[in-house]
């Protein structure tokens, strides 16, 4: 690596270590840093939640899922753009309303304090799945990281996993949520750049080479199909599975912070313009990049379809832009792994230790107890990345399976069943979460993806068991305190 790029890599931390020292000062107490202090613009917000759920899976593992698919990996995107569509659209705005009756710090609170005696199993339930799903989530980006430096550069695996997990846990530490979101502002630009330059060069090249036509039906008329040569039912099949994350996004700790996050409503207006933007752009551009390098490429010819993106640009782009390029997938990761361990924090910190233990801290106590563990959680993500030998999109797609399945329905049913149980969230719960667990080692249920049919499953369970067993007297306003004097 020549000094030129060392340079750009040493400016950039620069830039990040200042970000997370001034917001270190800021901080006073945890609400300031899990969900800030200060009003930050909707638009800043609804970038860094896009820059936080577009990590290394989207750049890697979209890429290379659109390689192995062709024209019908278009499903995979159309589901999660519809889920943003749904989030800016009405989620935002309804689950702020909701969190402002009873403002709390992290997605555990917010569904724990509003069920009374089932309180506390709820609160451990909720924090366990979220530490454990999350770290797999986090690992797969450090994964990620290893793999783009190993195939533009050549430089080890695991030393590179070590450097990105050092940084992003030190900024991240620093300056908690605060810094986590005007990082990723930065670190949203570079990627912008890598996913317009990077399928702009590769399309000239399609085109030079026969178009798009030419090059897909080279690998296969699958390959050109929508449904990817099913038919009805299987086509359906196909459309609902690569649709599947849509129902994700309710459960995601990460995503539910940054709406914590918004002061006034009005943000959600301009956070709304700011997301759906930006989503067309990545989304398209991911698109874009595993469709040409089919074209490109051909089918099967990567082992490993996850390092199509890097080997584009390294066969597609000069130098300097490769660089750049490779600073856009090390800003996807960097991140989204950062605010998924200030979630896996918050969840232990707030919810195990301070509210399920009664663990009482002082403000200051309790702030340098969070950094601390923060550390310790990176640790943890890398021990784990370390030992994992999964693709990227499997690890993702696992851990979203996870969370979304389990957390998702759990949150609709807080916000819009009014007959809604403790023991009904229970049920949900561990139906969620244990389907995950088990749905790959069920053969009749594997034409359907563990997404979606986890998600709706879960869902069902919570409502019937809450009919069953309702509440007795007991109100879904909490009697728990916004975190007391704990902050």
Sequence with gaps: MNKG???????YIVVLACIGVYFNKRNKNNHDFYVTRDRIPGWAIAISERATTSSSWMMLGGTGAVYTMGISGLWLFFGLYLSLIIYWFWFAKA???????????????????????????????????????YIIYAASNLVGAGKTVNSLFGYDVVPTMIVVAVIITAYAALGGLGSIIYNDLIQAVIMCFA???????AWIQVFQNGGLSAGLSASGPDYMALFGGLTTGSAFLLVFNQSSYIWGNFGMDTVTRKVMAIKKNEDIKSGRVAGLVTGFLWYGGVFSIGITGLCLYGAGTFEDPETLFPTMVNDLLPGGLSVLVLCGVIAAIMSTCADQLLAVTGAISVDIVQRVFKVQMGER?????????????????????????????????????????????????????????????????IAGAGLTLVWSRLAFLAAVDVKFGAFFIALIVGVIVSRLAPNKGVSQESDVDAEGGNW
């Design 5 to 11: 790029i060392l340079l750009i890599v040493a400016a």
């Design 95 to 133: 689950f702020k309303k909701e969190n402002d009756k009873n403002p709390q710090l992290t997605l555990t609170s917010f569904i724990a304090a509003r069920w009374g005696s089932h309180e506390k199993i709820i609160r451990l339930l909720c924090a366990l799945i979220i530490a454990v799903f």
């Design 195 to 201: 996913l317009i330059v990077l399928p702009i060069i």
């Design 365 to 429: 106590t309790a702030l340098f107890f969070s950094k601390a563990l923060l550390a310790l959680v990176g640790v943890a993500t890398f021990l784990f990345a370390l030992n994992s030998g999964d693709l990227v999109m499997n690890m993702v797609s696992f851990a979203w399976s996870g969370m979304g399945s389990s957390l998702g329905p759990v949150v609709l049913m807080t916000m819009l069943d009014k007959k809604a149980s403790g023991v009904g969230m229970i049920a949900a719960l």
